[in-house]
């Protein structure tokens, strides 16, 4: 029988954390319940890796032309997070935490400078850009956990695989890019001490704030549509964004756009099927100053606006605004480039595809990256117009 004197449950996560790891690493059982399931499989994995518990961690950094590499190719990841960065650094400036920014595959591509005066010889060597911070390099943490499964991930003290890092503390969020893929992770770390206030969601708001804004700078031949069931939280990292291609499909949904509608963007669902309006009419909304109120297929109401881009010889907004300058002018022959006054948006919708292919020299695969759609889409789109024999140069 259980002395009167043993407490039946673990009053602090170090405790539980302590239980964990004896179940784990010395009892060889499944610590279900006492630690998050992320770094429960995280710890699998590094046992599946022949990883020992008290072996050394080295951060070393990849080799130089990996890291110039990782950099030019996350230039503009780097673009999208340089102002909340720096905001979150400032944020951060009277705590001993760093801010880390790591590519896909864990490799640090920013790292602040030491915002405390504390001791912190692991951050140190690991806040430097180039290292890489992966599972496979270093074991369980939160940056490492993010980037192996695109998912948020708080690690504190003993839930760190190694033994060595049972000093740290972090707490990292994914960002996605416009094809849904993990483009990087946004981590906060300490060293000595637990975090004084909510790390995970502190870094989960910029992280969201960065994706957002790569989001909108992956999409210049996108309508994008922000929207939220209330008005006030627009522009922030609370509002929905979408991203309709010229063909009237949803390109891309983010997180929150994703709850309030209930769409799968891999589906590429027609927009008029989630928002309850034809393109035409999304369209319109980009001239409109304020947002408007719209009622969803599902019922919910959001307020909603619009913004249109160009990219490349496609430009949304000409086709959103060719109807109007046709209808100020003389009616244009039947073989000039322009559409005829009174044409319905598919018409305008085609001559920006033909345009656009015209413009690629017939070249479908170049003409379907330039209008952001998948070249399937376009042959479809070409047959239906009855323009098959372009596909020759594909």
């Known amino acids: 029988m259980r002395s009167p004197t043993q407490p039946l449950f673990f009053q602090t996560t170090e405790q539980r954390t302590a239980l964990a790891r004896q179940r784990f690493f010395e009892e060889g059982e499944r610590p279900t319940g006492l630690v998050n399931e992320a770094v429960i499989q995280s710890w699998m994995r590094c046992t599946a890796a022949r990883r020992g518990a008290h072996d050394a961690v080295s951060f070393d950094p990849v080799t130089r032309s990996r890291m110039?590499?990782?950099?030019?190719?996350?230039?503009?990841?780097?673009?999208?997070?340089?102002?909340?960065?720096?905001?979150?650094?400032?944020a951060l400036s009277g705590t001993d935490c760093r801010v880390l920014l790591t590519d896909a595959q864990g490799v640090v591509i920013h790292a602040s400078a030491p915002l405390g005066l504390a001791a912190q010889p692991l951050m140190q060597v690991a806040s430097r850009v180039g290292v890489n911070l992966g599972e496979s390099e270093i074991g369980t943490t939160a940056p490492g956990i993010s980037a192996r499964a695109a998912v948020a991930c708080t690690v504190h003290g003993?839930?760190?695989?190694?033994?060595?890092?049972?000093?740290?503390?972090?707490?990292?969020a994914p960002i996605r890019d416009v094809h849904g893929r993990l483009a990087g992770v946004l981590d906060?770390?300490?060293?000595?001490?637990?975090?004084?206030?909510?790390?995970?969601a502190l870094v989960g708001l910029y992280a969201s704030t960065i994706e957002n804004r790569l989001l909108r700078m992956q999409s210049p031949a996108h309508l994008v549509l922000q929207f939220q069931a209330t008005p006030k939280v627009l522009d922030t990292p609370l509002e929905g964004l979408a991203g309709v291609d010229i063909a009237g499909r949803l390109a891309w949904l983010n997180p929150v756009a994703q709850r309030l509608t209930g769409a799968d963007a891999a589906t590429q669902p027609e927009a008029a099927e989630v928002f309850g309006l034809p393109l035409d009419a999304l369209l319109a909304l980009h001239r409109e100053h304020t947002p408007k109120a719209l009622r969803l297929p599902n019922g919910l109401t959001v307020w909603l606006r619009a913004h249109v881009g160009r990219a490349d010889g496609v430009d949304f907004n000409r086709a959103v605004t060719a109807p109007a300058t046709a209808a100020a002018g003389p009616t244009p022959a039947p073989a000039a480039s322009a559409p005829a006054p009174?044409?319905?948006?598919?018409?305008?919708?085609?001559?920006?595809?033909?345009?656009?292919?015209?413009?690629?020299?017939?070249?479908?695969?170049?003409?379907?990256?330039?209008?952001?759609?998948?070249?399937?889409?376009?042959?479809?789109?070409?047959?239906?117009?009855?323009?098959?024999?372009?596909?020759?140069?594909?």
Do not use: W
């Not at 003993?158 to 990292?172: D, F, N, P, V």
């Open 188 to 200: 906060l770390s300490i060293e000595g001490r637990p975090f004084g206030f909510d790390a995970a």
């Open 68 to 90: 110039h590499a990782s950099l030019m190719r996350n230039q503009q990841l780097l673009q999208a997070g340089d102002e909340e960065l720096q905001q979150l650094a400032t």
């Open 158 to 172: 003993g839930e760190h695989y190694h033994a060595m890092l049972q000093h740290l503390h972090c707490a990292a």
């Open 342 to 394: 009174g044409a319905t948006l598919d018409t305008h919708r085609d001559h920006v595809i033909r345009e656009t292919l015209d413009a690629c020299g017939g070249n479908i695969a170049r003409a379907a990256r330039q209008l952001g759609v998948s070249r399937g889409l376009l042959y479809r789109r070409l047959r239906a117009q009855g323009s098959v024999e372009a596909s020759s140069k594909a």
